[in-house]
């Protein structure tokens, strides 16, 4: 190993000793293949899925290799009007699985996801009977308040670019703490524990992923 992967080797170590301290599953994994055979040893085939809207879970093929198996896949991405896309973000509370990425987490385990509708961290936070969180090690903060700053100042103005909405942020790059009827940033979450002990499964995954 380089340098940079045993440095990585070891911060996720120390990340799933705090994970687990807080209630959740654990693991680590190098590459994305490897991440496609976790999923598939943590999801039996039949099961009902949903994802949020990340960018990590489909760079990696993930939501491909699901909608191509045997799995009742529920995918926003499938609908087109506004009705739809609602029907599909209610069905996510009545999987067994839901998927998604985080904005950041701090070293000691604390998850901290920002969101416009709040369908996300809605789903993460109730409902699903299982949340599978694939988090890239680029997201890892010192503390919770780097986390906080990373959510806002970082993915925030990278994420309204992606979305092309008029927000301050999405001109400039920098969080203008606004008050935009476009802000994603209208529901914050801070999760310090996986309740009930288990729900949450994290992957950490040795590679930049989403934003």
């Known amino acids: 190993m380089n340098p940079k992967e045993i440095r990585n080797e070891r911060l996720a170590e120390r990340l799933i000793r705090n994970l687990e301290r807080r209630h959740y599953e654990a693991c680590f994994c190098r590459k994305a293949e490897d991440v496609i055979k976790k999923i598939q040893e943590l999801i039996p085939e039949g099961s009902r899925i949903s994802w949020g809207g990340s960018d990590t879970i489909r760079s990696l093929g993930v939501t491909d290799m699901l909608k191509a198996g045997n799995y009742e896949v529920y995918d926003r991405d499938d609908v087109t009007t506004t009705e739809d896309k609602l029907r599909v973000y209610r069905k996510a509370f009545e999987c067994d ?86 802000s994603i940033c209208n529901y914050i979450s801070i999760q310090r524990m996986s309740h009930p002990a288990g729900r949450h499964i994290v992957i950490l995954v040795d590679q930049e992923l989403g934003y």
């Open 97 to 182: 699985f839901y998927l998604s990425s985080v904005n950041a987490i701090s070293e000691d385990g604390v998850i901290v996801n920002i969101d416009g509708n709040g369908n996300r961290v809605a789903a993460i936070t109730w409902g699903p009977k299982h949340v599978v969180l694939i988090i890239g090690l680029n997201k890892v903060c010192q503390d919770t308040d780097a986390a906080l700053k990373r959510a806002r100042s970082t993915a925030a103005p990278v994420n309204m670019s992606r979305f092309d909405f008029e927000t301050l942020c999405q001109k400039d790059g920098v969080c203008h703490n606004c008050l935009s009827p476009d």
